[in-house]
């Protein structure tokens, strides 16, 4: 155990006085009595990705349009397609939302002997207010964090505000549904802070909403019916059912009484775009849009990824790409067959899912046993037709050693741990055509050594993170 003076590293005084997750008094996380160090190298491979994942983003929604046309295989929209209801598939379909991409692009980057692998690409992500309130308690404290020109919030704060740009002072709506819940007081705290010089920005619930004289409305504190011009959506598609006033809300941003990012294209948010990625097929179509530089170097660093079909193949064909001790796979159901030591794989739900996000639907090959492999394979090929899997060779994360403050007495001990970056990129309008993606800020999740599926439980490390 090491004793560190607290005034060369973090000052609790700077953290918030509540839990930023969650709503039990217990709920939280360790803390670092420092940022988490990238070298310069590392941090410029991270700065990188953020135009390329904004192609490929524009290039997966401009598959899926043509697949809808015919003009791709018909299959990458049947599959993306699946499981959702036709009355959402028909409003992400429509012309006015033709343009419109997601605004904030965060992948879960590994830390690997092989570099940054990209496991996951989230566009409604989780952790905006917890990084921002990481990245002020540390920068308060006398350290050096990651961020954009300006700070994470007022970063995040212009990149909406540059989506209303005909309105000088848009009212902007942070709308959290209580699936969400367990965000919304990081939420609140990023609009908290945010009021102090922009007052036009609220966190409110979706029940708050109406719709009075063309135009969608939340009653605030003194009573006053306030016009909002931009939603911040905080609250995923497949809970659309379960969202008070729901209707009120697509129907304003389909008259274009409202603006509202991320847009309503479920398509966007499945995990298999990165299946679709590695899917030898497609190349020519990733090489065209991406680029054959960028094409290969994204392609280097998502894992080999498949989506989870049952569909039996011809005698003569195989999957393209998977075979274990040198055998050639024809069906998905051999996966139950698979030795421990094969089992170096990931079985995850793609998305449209309350299993989908936080690691819940989560399956790592070889830290379970044969019979629940076996179960979660069958459960994936079960679930093809109304939430699809896919499947992901294991990336194992290196091991880092950082170090764990205890705020109450300053005490810092020696950590040894495996990292997941999630660098949250903000992208709005630049000059001409060109679009302006800002690294606005980077969370690092340290868990013990021992752990296979890396996410902020109670044992993990949070902290924001620093060059060298």
């Keep these: 155990m090491i004793s560190t003076s607290l005034t060369e590293c973090l000052d609790p005084k700077y953290l918030p006085e509540q839990p930023l997750y969650g709503n039990a008094e217990d709920i939280g996380w360790q803390l670092?009595?420092?940022?988490?160090?990238?070298?310069?190298?590392?941090?410029?491979?991270?700065?990188?990705?953020?135009?390329?994942?904004?192609?490929?983003?524009?290039?997966?929604?401009?598959?899926?349009?043509?697949?809808?046309?015919?003009?791709?295989?018909?299959?990458?929209?049947?599959?993306?397609?699946?499981?959702?209801?036709?009355?959402?598939?028909?409003?992400?379909?429509?012309?006015?939302?033709?343009?419109?991409?997601?605004?904030?692009?965060?992948?879960?980057?590994?830390?690997?002997?092989?570099?940054?692998?990209?496991?996951?690409?989230?566009?409604?992500?989780?952790?905006?207010?917890?990084?921002?309130?990481?990245?002020?308690?540390?920068?308060?404290?006398?350290?050096s964090v990651v961020q954009a020109d300006a700070t994470m919030p007022t970063a995040f704060l212009e990149m909406l505000k540059v989506q209303v740009a005909d309105k000088e002072s848009p009212v902007v709506a942070l709308v959290v549904s209580d699936e969400a819940e367990d965000y919304r007081q990081e939420m609140t705290w990023l609009v908290n802070h945010l009021q102090q010089t922009y007052p036009n920005i609220y966190c409110i619930h979706p029940k708050q909403l109406a719709l009075v004289r063309d135009k969608l409305v939340f009653q605030s504190v003194s009573g006053d019916e306030v016009p909002i011009d931009l939603i911040y959506r905080f609250f995923e598609l497949f809970d659309l059912p379960n969202i008070p006033n729901i209707d009120l809300i697509q129907y304003a941003i389909k008259k274009g009484l409202v603006q509202c990012t991320p847009p309503f294209k479920p398509h966007l948010e499945e995990k298999l775009l990165l299946a679709l990625l590695h899917h030898p097929l497609l190349a020519t179509f990733w090489q065209q849009h991406l680029g054959k530089e960028e094409y290969v170097w994204l392609k280097d660093r998502v894992p080999p990824t498949w989506i989870v079909d049952p569909t039996v193949l011809p005698p003569q064909a195989v999957i393209h790409g998977l075979a274990f001790d040198g055998t050639l796979v024809q069906d998905f159901r051999t996966l139950s067959t698979l030795s421990q030591k094969q089992r170096q794989l990931v079985l995850k739900p793609s998305g449209f899912s309350p299993l989908a996000w936080g690691s819940r639907g989560v399956t790592v090959g070889h830290d379970v046993s044969g019979e629940e492999w076996g179960q979660s394979v069958d459960n994936a090929l079960n679930s093809y037709e109304q939430s699809p899997y896919i499947l992901q060779t294991y990336e194992k994360p290196s091991i880092v050693e950082i170090e764990q403050l205890d705020p109450m007495s300053g005490e810092v001990t020696p950590f040894e741990a495996r990292a997941r970056f999630c660098p949250y990129f903000f992208i709005k309008p630049g000059d001409g055509d060109k679009l302006d993606i800002e690294l606005s800020g980077i969370l690092a999740t340290s868990c013990p050594a021992d752990k296979k599926v890396i996410h902020g439980m109670r044992d993990a490390v949070m902290a924001p993170v620093m060059a060298e």
């Design 32 to 143: 670092s009595p420092t940022p988490f160090v990238l070298t310069q190298a590392q941090l410029s491979d991270i700065q990188t990705l953020g135009p390329i994942l904004q192609q490929f983003l524009s290039a997966s929604d401009l598959l899926y349009r043509q697949s809808l046309k015919g003009q791709q295989p018909e299959w990458i929209a049947s599959v993306l397609n699946q499981g959702k209801p036709e009355n959402l598939l028909t409003y992400g379909q429509m012309k006015r939302f033709k343009s419109h991409l997601p605004t904030v692009i965060r992948p879960d980057l590994l830390m690997t002997a092989d570099g940054f692998k990209i496991t996951e690409i989230d566009s409604v992500p989780g952790g905006i207010g917890f990084t921002s309130a990481l990245n002020y308690a540390y920068r308060e404290s006398g350290c």
